[in-house]
């Protein structure tokens, strides 16, 4: 197992043919920088400034706003086109990054 100062740790499965060996849990820290970021179409407004958005690829995503659009007033309506920020750990939540014009 390794640990470094920002809470990373790791250790490691060796696996021999059909037995496997598990030398302690997997836990990785995910910066803000690692959203994947997929465009889609507002489909649905629910109130405290969540939406559903379908993307390109037919995925549905329940998203909230970002500080910044919050901040500035960034008005977000039904059909709208958007950025939305992904979470690679649960890809049915995420956060409305950009509105498209």
């Known amino acids: 197992m390794w640990s ?3 809470g990373l740790v790791v250790s ?8 496997s060996v598990t ?3 997997l836990e990785v ?3 803000a920088d690692d959203l994947i970021e997929m465009e889609g179409v507002v489909q649905e407004v629910y109130p405290g400034g969540t939406f559903l958005v ?4 037919g995925h549905k ?3 909230h706003l970002a ?3 919050r901040r500035y007033r960034i008005r977000v309506v039904l059909g ?7 979470s690679p750990y649960d890809l049915g939540k995420g956060r409305i990054t950009f509105r498209h014009k």
């Open 80 to 86: 709208d086109k958007v950025t939305v920020g992904v």
């Open 12 to 19: 490691w499965t060796l696996s021999l043919h059909d037995s």
């Open 4 to 6: 470094d100062s920002c």
């Open 23 to 25: 030398l302690g849990p």
């Open 54 to 57: 379908e993307t390109e690829t």
């Open 61 to 63: 995503v329940v998203a």
């Open 67 to 69: 500080g910044k659009l």
């Open 29 to 31: 820290a995910v910066a």
